[in-house]
Nanobody
Framework: QVQLQESGPGLVNPSQTLSLTCTVSGTSILTKDYYWSWIRQSPGKGLEWIGYITFNGIRWYMPSLESRTSIDRDTSKNQITLHLGSMTPEDTAVYYC??????????WGQGTQVTVSS
């Protein structure tokens, strides 16, 4: 069973960079079975795809966020990381990591609340 757990700061100051970590268990992040995504949901809004990284390190980012987004991985720790720069209050959201397999997003973390405020 694939399990994902997000971790990171709950509060970020405006203009700072958010760094979140997703620890994956039950499978290797190098498996060809999954793409690993970061997704967020702002208050009162739907889910917004931030980007993903594949088993061989290919990355895709939502164009509206691409200039300030970086998704990386630490294979020794089986972790996926998200860095989102120049944070504003509009980036306040619950941030999720998710694994997308052949049948869609079938593995999700519980999500972590991130609030941008001074």
């Amino acid at each position: 069973q694939v399990q994902l757990q997000e971790s990171g700061p709950g509060l970020v100051n405006p203009s700072q960079t958010l760094s979140l970590t997703c620890t994956v268990s039950g499978t290797s992040i190098l498996t060809k079975d999954y793409y690993w995504s970061w997704i967020r949901q702002s208050p009162g809004k739907g889910l917004e795809w931030i980007g993903y990284i594949t088993f061989n390190g290919i990355r895709w980012y939502m164009p509206s966020l691409e200039s300030r987004t970086s998704i990386d991985r630490d294979t020794s720790k089986n972790q996926i990381t998200l860095h989102l720069g120049s944070m504003t209050p509009e980036d306040t959201a619950v941030y999720y990591c998710a694994g997308e397999g052949d049948h869609g997003f079938d593995s999700w973390g519980q999500g972590t609340q991130v609030t941008v405020s001074s």
